[in-house]
């Protein structure tokens, strides 16, 4: 069995599955703090961030919370440029 899922990098060798992604949102607001929590909590919270500061929130369609180190627009960005890759490949007009 193959699996043609796509990996985003979330910074220091730590890779999700791209289409599981729901958001990803930054840590600083009071709601975010308070979601962090209650993962924590409920055992969801995955934390990627290898004793850094925590630069973004990645929430997946599990209803897992995952930190990261890197910046939201960073990940954002590479999550959309995995996207287009994607498009570019169903696209046989390419």
């Known amino acids: ?3 043609k899922c ?3 990098n979330i910074g220091f060798g730590n890779y999700i599955v791209a289409e599981r992604v729901v958001s990803i ?3 600083s607001s009071a709601p975010m703090k308070r979601l962090k929590e209650e993962a924590k909590n409920n055992s969801r919270l995955i934390d ?3 004793g ?3 630069r973004s929130i990645i929430l997946t ?3 897992h919370v995952l930190l990261s180190a890197i910046q939201a627009e960073t ?3 590479r999550l959309a440029t995995d996207l287009l890759e ?3 490949e169903k696209d046989p007009r390419t």
């Open 1 to 3: 069995m193959s699996c």
């Open 6 to 8: 796509r990996l985003l």
């Open 25 to 27: 949102v930054n840590p």
């Open 48 to 50: 990627a961030t290898q």
């Open 52 to 54: 850094r500061k925590t």
């Open 61 to 63: 369609d599990s209803n």
């Open 75 to 77: 990940i954002a960005q």
């Open 86 to 88: 994607k498009t570019e």
